[in-house]
C-alpha cells in the first residue's frame, strides 16, 4: 500500500508542493487559487479562468495556443471552477505525458511550467483590459454553461436546494457565476479583476509524477513569480442552527420527481468527529450497502438512485433521490424513518466495519487519480489543517458506535426540495 | 500462460485461455493501491435476434432485457452481492453497452477474494418472478431518469434516426412497456446462452501477484462445470445505407438548443487491424476538422454557434459505425449548415493537410498514454478491442502509420448527404 504525502515550500507568494511517485505515464501540474465566495466577485472568478485558458500574448488564437499543446504530445489542459465549503477555488491543470515513454525525448515538464506561466501571467491584452473578443465569446459561452445547469434536471434540483437553505449564506452562490452579473463584466473590470486576483488569492502549486524535487522547485522559481500576500481566511462556520424546517415543492415538466433533502451537520473537515461523520453518511447513503439503497431502491423498489453525501467544509448531508411523482410522500417518510434509525443508533457492528472498509477502500483509489489526489491534500489548504492521510485511515478505524449515534444528535434536517410534475398532496 | 511485453509502454501483459473457452488477461501495476477487475460478456443490446442454446430456431427477446439481466445477476438467494463486497471493502459495479455487460470491482485490499466473488457470482444466477418483477419499479425510474436528460435523448434520437432495423437504435434499458414483458424464464434462456465461459473475458488490472492469481482463476473454472458450446448465432436485419429520417427535432424544457449531426458508415462488416484502423483514421479526421487547434473550430466558436460543450466522436463495431458531432447551440439551424458545408468541403481535402495530421497524431498518442493511467480505461477498453480482434497496445504503432491518403479516404467514404441526420432539442 502506498501512501502519497505532499513536500511542502513556502515560496513567495504561493506554496509548493511535491508528489513523487512512479505509477503514471505523465507528470500533472495543478495551480489553485482561493478566495471568498462573494457576491461581487464570484461571476468574474467563474469567468476568468476561461478567458485566459483561451488564447495568451504569445499564442494569441486558440488554434495557436491548442496546436502547440498537440506538439507537447497532446498536453492535457484544463481549468475549472468550484465551490468548497465558502469559498471558490479556480483550478488550472496540465497534464503531460512523462517522456520517458516516448521515442522522442525532448524534456516535457519544463515546457508545461513554461506553458502555465504564459496562461496565467501573459495573456493577451490591450493595455489595462483584456482583449474584448476573447471577452465575449467566453461571455456568451458562460452564459450557455449556466443555463444548461438547469436544463440537467438533476443538477437542476441539488442546486435550488442549496439556493433555498442557505438563503442569505455565501454558501448559496453558485460557483458557475450569475447571468445578471456577466452582463456588467467588461474587458477592464475582468483585467482589474485579474490583477486583484494574483496578489490577493491563496495560491497552491502541485506538482505530480516521477520528477525530481529540487528540479522542479528551479523550474517553480524560473517560471512563477508573486508577491507576498495574506490570504483571506474566513473563520470556522457551519452555518446556522436550523429555527424551522422547510419544505419546498416546484412544479416543472419532469417524467421523474428529483427529491433533494438538505441536513445541517455543525461538523466540518478537521473537526474531531468528522471521521464519524463520513461513517455516519457511509452508513446511512453513501454507498450500495447503505440504508437508503437498501431500503427506497432494493426494498420499496422506488428509486434507481437514492443515495446521500457530505459538504465537508460547510458541514451539510445532502440526500438525493428520483423516483415517481406520486411517491413522494413514501419516499420521504422511508428516509425520515432510516435517518431517524441512524440517530438511535439502530445499524450493526457488521454495517459499521462494512462502511470502514469502504470509506478506506474509496480514499485509496481517489490517491490513484493524480487529480484525485490533489483533491484530497487540498482539503488542508482549504480547512487550514494539517492532516496526513495515515491520521486519516487511524481516526476512522478507531471510530466507534457511540461517537456515531453522537455526531448522529447534531444532525437537523433543514429543507426538503421536490421537483414535479404534478401538484403534491400534503 | 503467455506474456506480451510492451518494451516502450513499460507495461507487461499475461495471457491465458481457460479449458472451458474463458479468456484472461492480467496486467500488473506496481504502485497503485488499487485492483482492478473487469468480468465481461460479449453480449449487448443489440444482441436481441438470436437462436437460444440448444434451440434450432431464432427468435427474439424484449427490448432491454441485456440490461434487466445486469441488474438482476447481483441478486442472489441469500441477498445481494453489492453487500458482499462492501463487507469486503471492494466496490462494485456494472454496466450493459450496445455489445457487451460487463460487471467490475475496484478493491484496495482482500483482492484475490473479491476477484473469487465476481467470478462466482457472475457464474452462479439466481432469478425468481417475484424479484424480477421488483426489478421493474427500479428499472422503470431509471428509464424515468434517463427520458428527463436533453443529452441522453439528442444521443438516441440521433442513433434512431440513422437505423431502419439495426437494434443500436434501441434504448439499452428498453423502455417501461418493453420490460413489463420479461420473465424469469427469458432471464435464464438469455443468460444461458450468453454467459459461456467461451462467450467471456475476464480482465485484471493492479498490483496483483500475475502466477497466483491466474491459478486462482484456473483452480477456479476448473471446479466448474461446463459443456462446450457452439458460438451464439445473431441474426440483424438487412440494414439500407441511407438514413432512416433526416432530421428529428424533440421538444423539451431546456433554455439552450442542442444539436447532433450523425453520419453513418458503409462497409461496417470489419474486424481486427482494419477496425482499429478505420476507427483510428475516423477520429484523427474529426479532430483535424473540429478540434480545438482548428481553424474552423475557432470560426464556429467566434460565431457563436458552438461552445464549450462541442464534441465529437467516431465508433464502430460488427454491424454499425457512426460519426456523432454536436453539442449546445443558440443557433441549432445555423450550425448544421455549417457542420454540412466544412463535411462537404473535407471531400475535397479542405481542413486536412500534412502538418494537421502530424500534430493530431502526435495529440492522439499523447492522450493515449495519459490514459494508461486509469486501470478501468484499459480493462474497459482493452476488452472492447479483443472481442473486436483488436488489440489496444496497437494503437501506437498504429497512429504512427497514418497518411494524409488514408484521411482523405476517409472523408471521401463517410460523407455523403443521404447517409447523414440531424437531431435537434429545441425549447418548448
Redesign the interface.
Known amino acids: ?2 501512501i502519497a504525502s505532499d513536500t511542502i515550500t513556502e515560496k513567495s507568494g504561493y506554496k509548493l508542493h511535491v508528489v513523487r ?6 507528470n500533472t501540474l495543478v495551480l489553485k487559487m482561493k478566495a471568498p465566495l462573494t457576491k461581487e466577485d464570484v461571476t468574474y472568478r467563474a469567468l476568468l479562468p ?1 478567458v485566459l485558458q483561451s488564447n495568451t500574448s504569445k499564442y494569441p ?4 495556443l ?2 502547440y ?8 489542459f484544463y481549468v475549472d471552477v468550484a465551490k468548497k465549503g465558502e469559498y471558490q477555488i479556480i483550478s488550472f491543470t496540465i ?3 512523462n517522456e520517458k ?3 522522442d525525448s525532448t524534456p516535457l515538464l519544463e515546457k508545461a511550467f513554461g506553458l502555465l506561466s504564459e496562461v496565467i501571467f501573459n495573456p493577451k491584452k490591450n493595455g489595462e483590459a483584456f482583449d474584448s ?1 476573447t471577452v465575449s ?1 467566453e461571455i ?2 458562460l452564459k ?2 449556466i ?2 445547469i ?5 443538477r437542476y434540483s441539488a442546486t435550488r436546494l442549496v439556493e433555498e437553505m442557505c438563503k442569505n449564506e455565501p454558501y448559496a452562490l453558485e460557483a458557475s457565476g450569475n447571468l445578471q452579473d456577466l452582463e456588467t463584466i467588461t474587458p477592464e473590470s475582468l483585467f482589474a479583476y485579474y490583477k486583484k486576483m494574483l496578489s490577493e488569492d491563496e495560491i497552491d502549486l502541485y506538482v505530480i509524477g516521477d520528477i525530481d524535487g529540487s528540479e522542479v522547485e528551479a523550474l517553480a522559481d524560473k517560471y512563477v513569480s508573486l508577491q507576498e500576500r495574506e490570504p483571506v481566511r474566513l473563520p470556522r462556520d457551519t452555518g446556522k442552527a436550523v429555527e424551522k424546517e422547510k419544505e419546498i415543492i416546484e412544479n ?5 420527481g428529483k427529491l433533494n433533502i438538505g441536513y445541517r451537520t455543525q461538523v466540518a473537515y478537521g473537526d474531531p468527529d468528522y471521521y464519524a461523520l463520513q461513517l455516519f453518511n457511509g452508513i446511512f447513503g453513501g ?3 447503505s440504508k437508503l ?2 431500503n427506497v ?2 426494498k420499496a ?5 437514492a443515495a446521500s453525501r457530505l459538504e465537508s467544509h460547510k458541514g451539510l448531508l445532502m440526500v438525493m433521490a ?3 411523482n406520486a411517491n413522494y410522500k413514501q419516499a420521504l417518510d422511508i428516509i425520515h424513518a432510516q435517518m431517524k434509525e441512524m440517530k438511535q443508533g439502530n445499524f450493526s457492528d ?1 454495517e459499521l ?3 470502514k ?2 470509506v ?3 480514499l ?2 481517489t ?4 487529480r484525485g489526489l490533489v483533491e484530497i491534500l487540498y482539503h488542508n489548504v482549504i480547512s487550514g489543517q494539517d492532516i496526513s492521510l495515515d491520521e486519516w485511515f487511524t481516526k476512522t478505524e478507531r471510530t466507534t458506535k457511540e461517537e456515531i449515534i453522537a455526531v448522529g444528535q447534531k444532525i437537523q434536517l433543514d429543507t426538503i426540495y421536490f421537483l414535479t410534475e404534478a401538484e403534491v398532496q400534503g | 500462460m503467455e506474456k506480451i511485453a510492451f518494451t ?3 507495461e507487461e501483459l499475461f495471457h491465458e485461455k481457460m479449458d472451458n473457452g474463458l479468456e484472461v488477461y492480467i496486467l500488473p ?6 485492483s482492478f477487475a473487469t468480468f465481461t460478456t460479449n453480449y449487448g443490446s443489440i444482441d436481441n435476434h438470436f437462436k437460444p442454446l440448444n434451440e434450432t430456431e431464432f427468435s427474439k427477446v424484449p427490448d432491454g432485457i441485456a440490461h434487466f439481466l445486469e441488474h438482476k445477476l447481483f441478486e442472489k438467494e441469500d441477498g ?1 452481492v ?2 458482499q463486497f ?7 459495479n456494472a454496466f450493459t453497452s450496445f455489445t457487451r455487460t460487463a460487471y467490475l470491482f ?4 482482500d483482492f484475490e477474494r473479491n476477484l473469487t466473488t465476481l467470478i462466482d457470482f457472475v457464474q452462479d444466477p439466481y432469478f425468481s418472478e417475484k424479484t424480477v418483477e ?6 422503470g ?2 428509464i ?2 434517463y ?5 441522453w435523448r439528442l444521443y438516441f434520437g440521433t442513433i434512431a434516426n440513422m437505423y431502419h432495423q439495426h437494434p443500436v437504435k434501441i434504448d439499452i434499458a428498453g423502455t417501461v412497456e418493453s420490460i413489463a414483458g420479461i420473465t424469469k424464464d427469458m432471464l435464464y434462456e438469455c443468460y444461458n446462452t450468453f454467459y459461456h465461459p467461451s462467450n467471456m473475458l475476464l480482465f485484471v488490472v493492479g498490483p496483483v501477484d500475475v502466477e497466483s492469481t491466474m491459478k486462482l482463476i484456473r483452480d477456479n473454472q476448473n471446479d466448474k462445470e461446463y459443456n462446450e458450446q457452439p458460438a451464439v448465432e445473431r441474426k440483424f436485419d438487412e440494414e439500407p445505407e441511407t438514413v432512416a429520417k433526416d432530421k428529428e427535432v424533440l421538444r423539451m ?4 438548443p442542442k444539436v447532433m449531426l450523425g453520419i453513418k458508415a458503409i462497409n461496417v462488416n470489419q474486424s481486427g487491424l482494419q477496425l482499429l484502423k478505420r476507427e483510428l483514421a475516423t477520429n484523427i479526421y474529426l479532430e483535424m476538422l473540429f ?5 474552423l ?2 470560426e464556429l ?2 460565431e ?1 454557434l458552438i ?3 462541442f464534441s465529437y466522436d467516431y465508433t464502430q463495431e460488427q454491424g454499425f459505425g457512426f460519426a456523432l458531432i454536436g453539442g ?1 447551440s ?1 443557433k441549432p439551424d445555423e450550425l448544421m449548415e455549417s457542420l454540412f458545408g466544412i463535411l462537404q468541403k473535407s471531400k475535397a481535402g479542405t481542413g486536412l493537410n500534412e502538418e494537421s495530421l502530424q ?2 497524431i ?6 493515449f ?2 490514459s ?4 478501468e480505461y484499459i480493462a474497459n477498453q482493452f476488452t472492447r478491442y479483443a472481442f473486436n480482434d483488436m488489440n489496444l497496445f496497437d494503437v501506437v504503432s498504429v497512429l504512427e502509420k497514418l497518411t494524409i491518403e488514408d484521411i482523405r479516404e476517409v472523408a471521401k467514404d463517410l460523407i455523403s448527404d443521404e447517409r447523414m441526420t440531424v437531431c435537434q432539442v429545441l425549447p ?1
Open positions: 500500500m502506498s511517485t512512479d505509477k503514471y505515464k505523465t476561461y488564437t486558440t488554434p495557436e491548442r496546436s499543446l498537440d506538439d507537447l504530445y497532446g498536453a492535457g497534464d503531460i505525458v515513454f516516448l521515442s473578443k465569446n456568451r459561452s450557455q454553461r443555463q444548461s438547469s436544463d440537467d434536471k438533476m416543472s415538466d419532469v417524467k421523474q454507498f450500495s450497502h439503497f437498501i431502491r432494493e423498489s422506488l428509486a434507481y438512485y428520483g423516483i415517481e457488521e466495519a462494512q462502511t472498509a469502504v478506506k477502500n474509496q485509496l483509489e490517491i490513484d487519480v493524480s | 516502450q509502454l513499460k501495476k506496481s504502485g497503485f493501491n488499487k445481494d453489492f453487500q462492501s463487507k469486503q471493502g471492494a466496490s462494485a475496484s478493491s484496495t485490499s421488483k426489478e421493474k419499479g427500479i428499472i425510474q431509471e424515468n431518469m427520458d428527463d436528460n436533453s443529452d424544457n431546456v433554455q439552450t478540434g480545438k487547434s482548428s481553424p473550430h475557432e466558436y467566434e457563436g461552445d464549450q460543450s449546445d443558440a500534430r493530431t502526435k495529440k492522439k498518442i499523447g492522450s498514454l495519459r494508461l493511467n486509469s486501470p418548448k
